[in-house]
């Protein structure tokens, strides 16, 4: 088991596998401790997709967890437009 910077423990192989160990439920305690911790990760430049390979959650939950949490998503960055042809 590793500790997180929570303090608490997860079990690495079992994350890493993907097993129900993996899955199990969060209680809205440990849920609103990780909305937290997300959130201010994310507010210090993480990517969704680093929280997500680095806690060995998948990206989508990730997503939710902010969005549910009031975190402010950044866009995806990157050019929206093509230069008019001159």
Not at 7 to 30: F, K, N, P, V, W
Not at 42 to 49: D, L, M, N, P
Not at 53 to 68: A, K, P, Q, T
Request: no cysteine.
């Amino acid at each position: 088991m590793a500790a997180t910077p929570d303090g608490s423990e997860r079990d690495e192989d079992a994350r890493a596998a993907g097993t129900a160990a993996s899955r199990r439920r969060m209680s809205a305690d440990e849920r609103a401790a990780l909305q937290q911790r997300l959130g201010a990760r994310y507010g210090e430049g993480s990517s969704i997709r680093q929280l997500a390979g680095e806690e060995g959650l998948s990206y989508g939950f990730v997503h939710r967890l902010l969005s549910e949490g009031g975190t402010a998503l950044r866009g995806r960055g990157g050019s929206t437009r093509r230069r008019a042809a001159s």
